[in-house]
């Protein structure tokens, strides 16, 4: 079987940054595999700009903040394979892939970084009432078309969910000459940053409908028209407030899943974002096995799945060369109250640096709150917060030495502030 | 007249007042107040898009205005770029279109597409 000293299996923002901190660690023998016919991943169809502020210290758009960690692949002469689709991962770190030249191949890695980005929930997730005509595709479908095969989707479109995705493309689409009808969105906020909604809703008099979603979709062969209705606390369409809107296309924007099914075959825990669980130096609890990015936990920023991965290929290279060493203690990190997940969900103190990060976002909009971190059930810090939002997610550091003991669990909840 | 903005500098989003002598109300801190001012004033945007490309591995090449441009021009912005045809090869930072619609903005291309 042939070997690797590092596969690395996507070639977007986080497979790219990784491999590049991995080779800057000293590991030459590594390996991309992407399946795309272009290294960048998502970020060549995000033709929008407000990449690379944290990164690169200037405002750039998807394809170019691409383009820059393609040129630090391309002078390190890092190895990487397009159109390569990996089928398997085992526990003992056998990748299998294929493409049209080699066939299926064998690999035995020394360590692997999973990087394979995450997926849209579709129609059939959400399980619509109505018809099923053609006409309904998701947000990064509809940007797919139009932003690299020149395709607009419909001349009427509707848009189910108001995440950021949805929100550009309601933009987009009316730039190319199509009519956005609206955006209905299930929760009573909306689910994208407020530069969205101003730039691509109020600039151009699209109106949200929020605690709506469809009802109903109607058409023959296409799509014809949808149906909204208003939701009870319990997100159940309300009967009697039906809206009818004449539309072609409707475009779903319901959220991102991480593409973990690989690291789910081959034995790795699960954590809460529905990505693997890993430790501080983005470890899976397979040795050494690490994941980054959004097929960890769904970013909202580019620059953060970037600094993120550096960070799992330093701690790949380190293991390569024997350098990362697992105790056999370690602290559990829990999401409590108000907290949908916590990155990371383990800590190994004594392979841990001295600033410990904590990622993670809160379940609903909240205003004058504390973040509380408890260590077995002692608080160890505070931080307030006069504004958080699900849409972005937060980023925390603690020292370590707040932690005395090796053991235990922390969990980090939400407190409303008294007034 | 009084225009109501919402904030975009921050998560907090400020539901801010601007009258007509630029004074911004409900803005939290002086970022808000100088958005508010500038959104009223003289609202800019950068412009996204990506126009037809041939002899390239795409049908379609990104592109940007290089600076942000008036509000008010973004429609005639995008008649321009929609009736633009390239031709490969092209890389970022390629002027597209040269001072599009006499705004002394140039669109330039955003990715490198090699001749095919």
Redesign the interface.
Known sequence: MKTKDLVIIGGGSAGMAAAVAAYDKGIRDILILERNEFLGGILNQCIHNGFGLTLFKEELTGPEFASRLIEQIKERKIEYKLHTYVTNISHDKVVTYSNAKEGVVELQAKAIVMAAGCYERNAGAIGIPGDRPAGILTAGQAQLFLNEYGYLVGKRVFILGSGDIGLIMARRLTLEGAKVLGVAEICAWSNGLNRNMVQCLYDYNIPLYLSHTVSKIVGKSRLEKVIISKVDERMQPIPGTEMEFDCDTLVLSIGLVPNNDLLNNAGAAKGRSRGALVNENFETTIDGIFSCGNVLHVHDLVDNVAMEATVAGRSAADYILGNLKRGDKKIAVQAGDGIGYVVPGEIDLSSASEALEFKFRVRKPSKNVYIVYKFNGEVVKKVFKPVIIPSEMEIQKMPKSLLKNDQGTIEVSLVQKEE | MERE????C????CHLKVDENLNVTGNFCPRGAAYGKQEVSNPT??????V?ISHA????C???TKDPIP?GK??DV?QSI?NTHIEAPVH?GDVVIADVCGTGVDVVA???MEKI
């Open positions: 903005l919402i904030c975009i921050c998560p907090r989003g945007r950068v412009v996204t898009s990506s037809r591995e795409l049908a379609m990104p592109v940007k509000k973004i429609f995008m929609i970022i955003t990715r490198n």
